[in-house]
């Protein structure tokens, strides 16, 4: 390759932002670890928790659970014409979890002492325990799920056999976790009572939190599948184009079917809790902008797409489902968290806050686009055909 | 919460314990704060906010000094809360006639009887000690701060400009002086008998006592006797409480009661989702051996079917053959025989010719 075509691949608009985002990332890094939380976050003792908790954490687990959504569809459902989705799914639930763990460092006060909850002293009344160990535990299985894709691209076959084999265990292990833990963050905030909006606050958050989560990961899988057509067409064989259009029909109906009982739980809910009257109050108009807006809305537009067989509806509403989970979110963190206290004492990001967000995911989709570009994620290896 | 809610809780918790749960899951139910533990009765209607209880915390913790000495009346113009520098602090919430000249409500931890922050801090950091402190242990500590989110009281605090070592900071009720048979430094420091330091039960009787006595001045409510299963720390006061900036709305519910129906469902989903996802598996793959069987039948009955109509064929083929060669043979005898006859009458002329 000539200097002048080497440049031409290096400096494309992605490269280049994500270069600067890095780069200005790095020293804000450095500042948190030598100066303290204090020095770049907004954070206090009233609201002990920002963004890096309720976007990276809460928004980032959720919208990781494509993984094990896909996974059980093709290995335990039966549902084998999605069987192409399944790595590109791991593969984004995989990277998913690894930069909430990677944010987590940043966010707790000691991040070296990370592993004392399960090897110094248990606190086992705690949520934040089954959270912690959950995440820990299905980190190393959808590594192991991962795992033969890079495999193959390393050429060594027989340990690939071997991780092969254990597709189901993985699988089931999977969603146990997953279930798990996914409510679990829910059930974080059983504890607030005090502090949460009576409309969010519910006995029912685990189960909320649950079901949103198979919405979340359904759409992201359809989100992920339209993005990967259109930024890495060349990388996918015909059997990967074929698939994606049975993934955006497939998971369409199913997302559909998913929000509308996500629906259904939150009126119960609503219904359980009783507070109809704080409903036509400024934080209940912006729970019906939630509720209709990115929960009815969204499963309307999916049960349409798949009745017109119009993909371009699909794809929008699974682009609507996702934001209506990170608006859900950070309701619950941040927008209706402290809804009590006057606005001087809540809480609102810190710019440096926002850029080690940025810096995190930049880092996600940078070794999302090397990986795609090198294993066979979105094709399949010329070794191991029909295997996969 | 409602009544159905609970018994739902409590029906799960019940399915819980069908798929045997852990008993240290089920522990805190039984733990409602030790009987002979301590506490300190805070009457507000005795407090000046004189501000000695804080110079005394200062004191005995080793905190470092403030900006404003303590004997600087401004700092009362401002609502504080506790801060990483600050384990009590006293806030005047109303202006009020001489000698007082205001309602005043110092704040510290509450030492829940099940304490919120202990219940949630997910390396055991918080004790809840015989005595009735609720203490913290900065030695484990992760400092995910999960405990100033949980604590209804907003108590804890973090060091969040310490880049190495930072850690929650909160009153100990003066664990190691209570130990040593010392009274809290507080309590010792007020000079009103604002404080009253001694058994929790003493301190209720006492509390009911005084409103007996003087039922104009009191409100008829202990703070803490009951707010979320009970605090050690108490306050009687002769405003009503939300006027102290103390909220009225938390419920009697300890935090572990909170938790305890999500935390019962995890045996319940790790014994019974590898059944039935295993089950659908098993399902679905059986489905899949029958299809593929059925599939292998129809494709071996084409091929017989197949087999069968090419044999006919090449049986039609053979006999089509056959005949053609019958054919053959007999166009060729004819032939020949014409042949033949043709030579002869060829001969007969010839010899005819001679
Ligand atoms: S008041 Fe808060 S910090 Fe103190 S024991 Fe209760 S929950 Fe813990
Ligand atoms: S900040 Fe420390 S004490 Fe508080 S919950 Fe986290 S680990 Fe426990
Ligand atoms: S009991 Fe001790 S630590 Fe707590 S406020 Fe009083 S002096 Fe401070």
Redesign the interface.
């Known amino acids: 390759m000539s200097d002048q075509a080497v440049k031409k691949s290096l400096f494309t608009p992605f490269n280049i932002i994500a270069a600067l985002i890095i780069l200005g990332g790095i020293p804000i890094a450095i500042m948190r ?7 770049v ?1 907004n ?4 609201n ?2 920002g963004i890096w908790i309720g976007f990276d954490l809460l928004t980032g687990v959720a919208l990781a659970a494509g993984g094990y959504v896909t996974a ?1 569809a093709v ?4 549902m ?1 014409k999605f069987h192409a989705a399944v790595r590109p799914a791991i593969l984004t639930g995989f990277l998913g979890y690894s930069l909430v763990v990677f944010a987590l460092l940043f ?5 070296w ?2 592993p ?2 399960f090897m ?11 959270v ?1 160990a959950c995440v820990g535990l299905y980190l190393t299985v959808l590594f192991l799920e991962f795992s033969p894709a890079a495999l193959e691209w390393l050429g060594l076959k027989k340990i690939r056999k071997v991780v092969v084999r254990l597709t ?1 265990l993985l ?2 292990f999977g ?2 976790l997953s ?2 833990h996914q ?2 963050l829910g ?2 905030y ?6 949460l909006h009576p409309l969010w606050y519910s ?1 029912y958050l ?1 189960v909320f939190f649950f079901v949103s989560s198979i919405a979340a990961g359904l759409s992201m899988v359809i989100f992920e599948s339209t993005m990967s057509h259109r930024n890495f067409h060349d990388k996918m064989d015909a059997h990967h184009i074929e698939a994606s259009r049975h993934v955006t029909f497939g998971f369409g109906r199913a997302a559909a079917l998913v929000l509308a009982g996500y629906f259904a739980v939150k009126v119960f809910g609503l219904a ?1 809790g ?1 507070h109809w009257d704080l409903l036509f109050t400024g934080y209940g108009f912006w729970y019906q902008l939630e509720l209709i807006g990115f929960v009815a809305f969204p499963c309307f537009l999916y049960a349409l797409g798949v009745r017109d067989k119009n993909a371009k509806i699909i794809k929008f509403a699974a682009f609507w489902t996702v934001l209506g989970i990170v608006l859900n979110r950070l309701n619950i963190s941040f927008f209706c968290f402290n809804y009590h206290l006057p606005a001087s004492e809540r809480y609102t990001p810190h710019w440096m806050e926002i850029g080690i967000s940025l810096f995190v995911i930049t880092i996600g989709l940078v070794v999302y686009k090397f990986i795609v570009t090198k294993m066979p994620i979105l094709h399949q290896h010329p070794d191991y055909p029909e295997e996969h | ?2 009544t ?2 609970r018994s ?2 409590k029906w799960v918790a019940g399915a819980g314990i069908a798929v045997a749960v852990p008993k ?2 089920q522990a ?1 139910d039984h733990f409602e704060g030790y009987a002979d533990s301590y506490g300190v009765l805070h009457d507000a209607s005795l407090c000046i906010g004189c501000r000695s209880c804080e110079a005394a915390c200062h004191e005995v913790n080793d905190l470092p000094a403030p900006e404003k000495p303590f004997d600087d009346k401004s700092v009362l113009n401002t609502i504080r ?4 520098t600050n384990y009590t602090v006293v806030n005047k919430y109303k202006e009020g006639p001489p000698p007082k000249n205001g309602v005043f409500r110092k704040q510290q931890c509450n030492h829940c009887k099940e304490p ?1 922050c ?8 918080f004790t809840k000690s015989p005595e009735g402190a609720v203490v913290y242990d900065e030695s ?7 405990c ?3 604590c ?1 009281f ?1 108590v ?12 929650v900071m909160k009153c100990t009720m003066c664990l190691p002086r209570v130990k040593e048979g010392k009274l809290p430094g507080c309590v010792e420091a007020c000079p009103m008998e604002a404080l009253t330091f001694g058994k929790r039960e003493d301190l209720i009787t006492i509390a009911k006592e005084r409103m007996r006595k003087h039922p104009d001045r009191y409100i008829n409510h202990i703070y803490g006797e009951n707010e979320v299963g009970g605090t050690n720390w108490l306050y009687i006061s002769e405003e009503p409480f939300e006027e102290l900036g103390m ?1 009225t ?3 009697i ?1 300890p ?2 009661e ?2 305890s ?3 019962a ?2 045996p319940v ?2 014994g019974m ?2 059944v039935l ?2 089950g ?2 098993v399902i ?2 059986r ?2 051996i029958i299809a593929k069987k059925e599939k292998e039948d129809a494709v071996a009955e084409m091929k017989a079917v197949t087999t069968a109509e090419g044999e006919e064929k090449v049986k039609k083929a053979k006999e089509q053959a056959l005949k053609q060669q019958g054919f053959a043979v007999k166009r060729e005898v004819k032939k020949a025989l014409e042949e033949a006859a043709k030579a002869k009458d060829e001969n007969q002329n010839g010899e005819e010719a001679k």
């Open positions: 670890f030598t100066q303290g939380l204090g020095a976050t954070l206090d003792h009233t002990p928790w059980a290995e335990l459902f039966g084998k966010d707790v006060g000691r991040p002492r990370l004392y909850p110094v002293n248990q606190g086992v009344t705690s949520i934040m325990f089954e912690g189901i699988t089931v969603v146990v279930t798990l409510s679990s059930a974080m059983l504890i607030v009572p005090s502090k006995s685990p359980l009783n | 919460m409602s159905s809610r739902f809780l240290s899951v805190h809360r506790t801060d990483d919120a202990a219940s949630a801090c997910f390396v055991g950091a484990v500590c992760v400092g995910c701060r999960y100033l989110i949980a209804p907003n804890p605090t973090y060091t969040y400009d310490d880049a190495l070592t930072p850690k909220r709305d938390l419920g519910t935090a572990p909170l938790t129906g999500a935390l469902m995890v989903i790790i989702w590898p996802l295993g659908i598996y679905n793959r489905k899949d």
